[in-house]
């Protein structure tokens, strides 16, 4: 089994900063790719930032310069700092990580419960 989980989403004002975490645990092989999505009332997940093994990164266009992704490889986690918040950035926030599972053949994409982010005007 794996488990994927976020913390640190909250009510925050116009211009404030929010920090998400998400812990990756259980029987993991390796994790390759991991990643913060996100998802609006009415509107599809979308991608916010995605970051390698290695450490490079990718971003959303609607984020850039203004939240980053980093990893901690060896404690399997991922976080999600997000500054200069604007009321458009409210949504649930999901975790993602593609790995290999001990004992289990190919890597597969998980993801997490999801956190709440709500940015007010």
């Known amino acids: 089994q794996v488990q994927l989980v976020e913390s640190g989403g909250d009510l925050v004002q116009a211009g404030g900063s929010l920090r998400l975490s998400c812990a990756a645990s259980g029987r993991i092989y390796r994790i390759n790719a991991m990643g913060w999505y996100r998802q609006a009332p009415g509107n599809q997940r979308e991608l916010v930032a995605t970051?390698?093994?290695?450490?490079?990164?990718n971003y959303a266009d609607s984020v850039k310069g203004r939240f980053t992704i980093s990893r901690d490889n060896a404690k399997n986690t991922v976080y999600l700092q997000m500054n200069s918040l604007k009321p458009e950035d409210t949504a649930v926030y999901y975790c993602?990580?593609?790995?290999?599972?001990?004992?289990?053949?190919?890597?597969?994409?998980?993801w997490g419960q999801g956190t709440q982010v709500t940015v007010s005007s």
């Open positions: 970051i390698t093994t290695g450490g490079s990164t």
């Open positions: 993602n990580a593609n790995l290999l599972r001990i004992g289990v053949f190919g890597s597969y994409d998980y």
